[in-house]
């Protein structure tokens, strides 16, 4: 063999092991947070010795996935398929509010919208007018409250200039903030194959945005009012709150949240609750959406922070 050819086949096989190597690195990263059951392992994040899952405890619920963990201590406390692919329905709009929080350029936007596609997905709308002028924090609610896609594809169009790029940040933050599972390809959380995540990574984007004081605003408000492009004086309600007789339980109270709903995903709920003391985040994943009782998503919720902020008292 010629001393041209042995080098040629030299500088193959460095970048074949540069390559193995390579990915090597990302599957390690990657998987970081499971073991081989599935399992959550400890992370930067989390410390999880105590964790507790779904078949150490006695009670039934509605959702297939669920995370809980106590914010103020760094703690998981509770899973069930924590790091099974999920889609994320409607939680896809706390990235995009936090995306638009961070960068958006001024303090009002200009409504950018398609909304023959919002109309033909039959996508909620915050009721906002296509060109009018908006401030932020309307925007903000319009997403986060009434889960306006208007308000969504208003935000991307004005951060990234074009829905794609927007979308593009999107995975970029999730990369950065370590959601190693999710991908999205559109900002409101529109059913797509392609857009998945899992209760793990959805915990991760909510604690680093809850330390946003913004965002924290946005997520735990219950209405919003504003005057439309006509003069007439609307409230924006919260998804959540709208569809609760009370806040508290046994031990403590809800803060906030997001809900989401397709057919894919099921009922979904990120949200926010304390005992007085220390905060708590639930994910959760999968109720039923056929089911008579269309709020097992929050009756869920309310049933797991009862019994677990109670259960260690």
């Given at each position: 063999?010629?001393?041209?050819?042995?080098?040629?086949?030299?500088?193959?096989?460095?970048?074949?092991?540069?390559?193995?190597?390579?990915?090597?690195i990302?599957?390690?990263?990657?998987f970081?947070?499971?073991?081989?059951?599935?399992?959550?392992?400890?992370?930067e994040?989390?410390?999880?010795?105590?964790?507790?899952?779904?078949?150490?405890?006695?009670?039934?619920?509605?959702?297939?996935?669920?995370?809980?963990?106590n914010?103020?201590?760094?703690?998981?406390?509770?899973?069930?398929?924590?790091?099974?692919?999920?889609?994320?329905?409607?939680?896809?709009?706390?990235?995009?509010?936090?995306?638009?929080?961070?960068?958006?350029?001024?303090?009002?936007?200009?409504?950018?919208?398609?909304?023959?596609?919002?109309?033909?997905?039959?996508?909620?709308?915050?009721g906002?007018?296509?060109?009018e002028?908006?401030?932020?924090?309307?925007?903000?609610?319009?997403?986060?409250l009434?889960?306006?896609?208007?308000?969504t594809?208003?935000?991307a169009?004005?951060v990234a200039?074009?829905?794609?790029?927007?979308?593009?940040?999107?995975?970029?933050?999730?990369?950065?903030?370590?959601?190693?599972?999710?991908?999205?390809?559109?900002?409101?959380?529109?059913?797509?194959?392609?857009?998945?995540?899992?209760a793990?990574?959805?915990?991760?984007?909510?604690?680093?945005?809850?330390?946003?004081?913004?965002?924290?605003?946005?997520?735990?408000?219950?209405?919003?009012?504003?005057?439309?492009?006509?003069?007439?004086?609307?409230?924006m309600?919260?998804?959540?709150?709208?569809?609760?007789?009370?806040?508290?339980?046994?031990?403590?109270?809800?803060?906030?949240g997001?809900?989401?709903f397709t057919?894919?995903?099921?009922?979904?709920?990120?949200?926010?609750?304390?005992?007085?003391?220390?905060?708590?985040?639930?994910?959760?994943?999968?109720?039923?959406?056929?089911?008579a009782?269309?709020?097992?998503?929050?009756?869920?919720?309310?049933?797991i922070?009862?019994?677990?902020?109670?259960?260690?008292?």
């Amino acid at each position: 063999m010629s001393q041209k050819r042995k080098l040629r086949v030299l500088v193959i096989l460095c970048i074949l092991l540069i390559a193995a190597v390579s990915l090597s690195i990302w599957y390690l990263i990657s998987f970081a947070a499971t073991s081989n059951n599935g399992r959550i392992l400890p992370s930067e994040n989390f410390t999880n010795e105590n964790t507790l899952t779904y078949q150490d405890v006695n009670f039934n619920m509605h959702s297939t996935h669920a995370l809980l963990i106590n914010l103020t201590a760094g703690e998981m406390i509770f899973e069930h398929h924590a790091n099974t692919r999920v889609y994320p329905a409607s939680l896809t709009k706390m990235m995009t509010v936090l995306i638009g929080i961070e960068q958006s350029r001024s303090d009002t936007m200009i409504v950018r919208a398609d909304f023959t596609r919002i109309m033909l997905a039959n996508a909620s709308v915050a009721g906002f007018e296509y060109g009018e002028e908006r401030t932020l924090m309307e925007i903000l609610h319009g997403a986060m409250l009434p889960s306006g896609a208007d308000a969504t594809a208003t935000i991307a169009y004005h951060v990234a200039g074009s829905y794609d790029a927007f979308v593009e940040l999107m995975n970029e933050r999730a990369r950065e903030l370590g959601m190693y599972h999710t991908n999205f390809t559109n900002t409101s959380g529109l059913h797509d194959e392609n857009q998945y995540t899992t209760a793990y990574d959805m915990v991760i984007l909510l604690k680093y945005a809850l330390e946003n004081p913004i965002f924290r605003e946005v997520f735990t408000a219950r209405n919003y009012a504003f005057t439309t492009f006509f003069g007439e004086q609307r409230v924006m309600n919260s998804t959540l709150f709208v569809n609760m007789w009370t806040t508290e339980f046994t031990g403590g109270e809800m803060m906030g949240g997001r809900t989401g709903f397709t057919n894919a995903a099921g009922r979904c709920l990120a949200s926010l609750a304390t005992n007085g003391t220390d905060e708590f985040i639930l994910i959760t994943f999968g109720a039923d959406p056929y089911a008579a009782n269309q709020i097992a998503h929050i009756s869920d919720a309310l049933m797991i922070y009862e019994y677990f902020l109670n259960a260690f008292e």
